[in-house]
């Protein structure tokens, strides 16, 4: 059996996954005879042959199969793509090959839920839509004032996958007339108010420290928080320890948690206090001071 | 007063309230506007205290001041509680720059009553009037209604709102006049049902437009009138204090599905009464009882997506597992205490069983009951497949019978309640 090796320009090179896995399919190789890497494993791996843009991809075969895939699959593949996990490649693949198969092996693959390889796509899709979701929430701006006096708002943020370009477009949306920025390691968006640049990955000391305005965010997650019910495995469940290190409210948790229940004993044992001295229903309005 | 100690004033003020949800709004962004904003459906928590409530909008009252005498409550006439009033300014300002920073979803606005209900309710609306009308903002608000507010207040609250609440208090009237001698339950009764209309009729009358809006005549242009505004797309939810008064979780459910099914709420929410600063003589305080407030969440979600009406999930009568009559039991989930006390009606059979039979099964949620029944669609269920469902299969086996699997007697066996529930925790002393 000829073994073959495709190599894609970027982890998440779709197009070029979808060009090459259609190839093979059509020359009828089989999943487990393909070697899928990217650019930059190919750089890492001392003994691989050397890398080449273009794969060099088989013919047909006469017998090619028709190739039609239900359009499910192929939003499924393209945030498929976007997990961290290399499997992801040979996953997709044997997916799309079996599902060229016909007979009882292709109705599994493309109906069945309870399908191995179904249930592991389906799984790691839904990794990579946490992590969407967890980037939507977790993301912290912070304003830099540029050389040309405007704001632009920057944020470091440490994603598990490759969601970051992805995902960008939640981000135009909610702040369409700012300017912004997203660093992550992989890579980094900027949005001017008008195009998205994308950019090669940054550290964390590229991103802005706390400023002023921050101290009223953190006031905010002090006292919102209730000490008669401190639920930290709750808390850790849906805020995981891995995300604290880049969200400035964390640094107070330790010590919330720690005087919890001293407060929350003290409330139970106070006496009840006098009531103040009932007020009249108010007629005028309360002053308010000038700041 | 400087902004930084109000803030932490009306924070603290407003943490009894356990709502924050920020979603059901309609789809909007800042794409051609003028501020920012974004809401798409699902809400966002953007961080969690430590007392494992989520953090999504920020939660703040205008003012703590208040001339009601609720003895559950903080920010009652006769507290001690410091005291602090924001500017409708300070209010906007906060908001957006909190959402600039991406820390939350919008706002959620309450008032502690002061000179008159109508006159803090103006105070509120005009809060969201200006975040919408001056600052174009997109984000998602919810505001709390005063019940006693003049009805066309409350529409203009609901035409700036994604999201609008009243707070019902305590399940039932007698408990409310007792503990909140201000608040009349027939007026928090009539504005849900006036709300309900409003949300009703906007939905409808925006659903009509959508549909006239196809176009029969290949040549004809649609023509534009203009659409229907929102009025709180969001709908409307409420809370409920548990434990507060004496009244049992039966009592309590009932007045929840009357809420759900009369007045058409989106959400009902249940508060453990917990301890505050200044606690009343007359309402002696306790740890907050979260496990039974979790409990109700839970036949709650029975009620709303499994099915269960609100008399069957409550034993009216001593349940078995010595749970009190009228009361959730506090060991067991109430979907497994309602399968063990009527285990005539299983094992359902997981290739024949209708899905609400399905929905009964202990362990299966609504995602893995519609996986079941894709799947079968291809092939017979087996054994095997439960185990790759990551379901909690020593609960679900006793229940189901799948191609090539029966519980045998597992079901019959007497200690079947034993042997599911967990085992006694030593209690920490702290």
């Known amino acids: ?291 | 007063m400087n902004l930084q100690s109000k803030l932490a004033i009306l924070a603290d003020a407003a943490k009894y309230d356990a709502s924050c949800a920020s979603s059901g709004a309609a789809p909007r962004n800042s794409v051609g506007g003028r501020g920012m904003g974004s809401t798409e459906g699902m809400g966002i928590c953007h961080s969690y205290a430590p007392d494992g409530r989520c953090i999504s909008l920020l939660k703040i009252l205008l003012t703590n001041f208040c001339q009601y005498d609720c003895l559950y409550c903080v920010n009652r006439v006769t507290s001690n509680v410091p005291r602090a009033r924001f500017t409708v300014d300070e209010v906007v300002q906060l908001t957006l720059d909190f959402y600039r920073r991406n820390c939350i979803e919008g706002l959620f606005l309450s008032s502690g009553i002061i000179q008159s209900p109508d006159y803090t309710m103006e105070q509120v609306v005009e809060v969201a009037r200006v975040l919408r009308e001056e600052h174009d903002f997109r984000g998602y608000i919810h505001l709390k209604t005063i019940p006693d507010a003049a009805p066309e207040l409350m529409e203009r609250a609901g035409r700036y709102a994604d999201r609008l609440s009243i707070n019902i208090e305590l399940p039932t009237a007698e408990g409310l006049t007792a503990l909140a001698p201000e608040k009349d339950s027939a007026a928090i009764d009539r504005s849900m049902a006036r709300m309900a209309v409003h949300i009703g009729e906007s939905r409808a009358a925006r659903k009509e437009q959508a549909a006239q809006a196809i176009v029969s005549m290949p040549q004809s242009r649609t023509t534009r009138r203009a659409s229907v505004p929102h009025f709180a797309p969001g709908g409307q939810s409420t809370q409920m204090i548990v434990g507060a008064d004496a009244t049992n979780d039966r009592t309590i459910l009932a007045t929840s599905a009357r809420l759900y099914g009369v007045h058409r709420l989106r959400r009902v929410y249940y508060s453990a009464f917990s301890p505050i600063p200044d606690a009343a003589r007359a309402l002696p305080l306790a740890a907050p009882p979260t496990v039974r407030e979790h409990r109700l969440y839970q036949a709650d979600w029975l009620m709303r997506f499994y099915g269960f009406t609100h008399d069957e999930i409550v034993p009216p009568s001593q349940g078995k597992s010595g749970s009190q009559a009228g009361m959730l039991a506090l060991d067991v989930d109430p979907k497994l205490a309602w399968a063990l006390a009527h285990r005539e009606r299983f094992p359902v059979n997981l290739n024949t069983a209708p899905r609400e039979l399905l929905l009964r099964v202990p362990g299966f949620g609504v995602q893995t009951v519609d996986r079941l029944l894709a799947a079968r669609r291809v092939r017979r269920l087996r054994h095997a497949d439960l185990a790759r469902l990551h379901v909690p299969l020593k609960k679900v086996l006793p229940f189901v019978e799948a191609a090539d699997y029966r519980p045998g007697r597992a079901l019959d066996a007497a200690d079947l309640a034993a042997q599911l529930t967990p085992p006694p925790v030593q209690r920490s002393l702290f």
């Not at chain 1, 191995?116 to 990794?127: F, K, Q, S, T």
């Open chain 1, 1 to 291: 059996m000829q073994r073959h090796t495709v190599t894609l320009d970027h982890p998440t090179d779709w197009p070029g996954f979808r060009q090459a896995a259609r190839a093979l399919v059509q020359a009828n190789v089989p999943p487990q005879a393909v070697d899928w890497r990217c650019q930059a494993d190919a750089a890492s791996d001392l003994f691989a042959p050397e890398p080449h843009s273009h794969n060099v991809l088989p013919p047909p075969s006469p017998d090619a199969p028709a190739l039609r895939v239900p359009p499910d699959f192929v939003h499924l593949c393209e945030q498929l793509i976007l997990h961290r996990d290399p499997a992801r490649f040979p996953l997709m693949y044997r997916l799309l090959w079996r599902m060229a198969q016909g007979g009882n092996e292709a109705e599994a693959a493309r109906h069945d839920p309870l399908d191995a390889d179904r249930m592991l796509a389906h799984h790691m899709v839904r990794a990579v839509a946490r992590d969407k979701h967890k980037m939507h929430a977790f993301v912290r701006f912070r304003p830099v004032t540029q050389p040309d006096g405007e704001t632009l708002h920057m944020a470091w943020f440490e994603p598990d996958h490759y969601i970051t370009e992805a995902n960008a477009g939640f981000f135009i949306r909610r702040f369409t007339q700012m300017r912004w920025a997203i660093l992550t390691p992989d890579a980094s968006v900027r949005w001017d108010g008008q195009q998205l640049h994308t950019g090669p990955g940054a550290q964390r000391s590229d991103a802005p420290p706390p400023d002023a305005g921050e101290a009223l965010w953190l006031t905010y997650y002090r006292h919102i928080f209730n000490p008669a019910r401190l639920k930290l495995g709750m808390m850790k469940k849906e805020m995981p320890t891995r995300y604290w290190h880049n969200l400035p409210e964390a640094a107070l948790i330790t010590e919330l948690a720690q005087t919890a229940h001293e407060r929350s004993a003290q409330m139970v044992a106070a006496e009840p206090t006098t009531p103040r001295k009932m007020i009249a229903p108010l007629k005028r309005p309360i002053p308010v001071e000038p700041e």
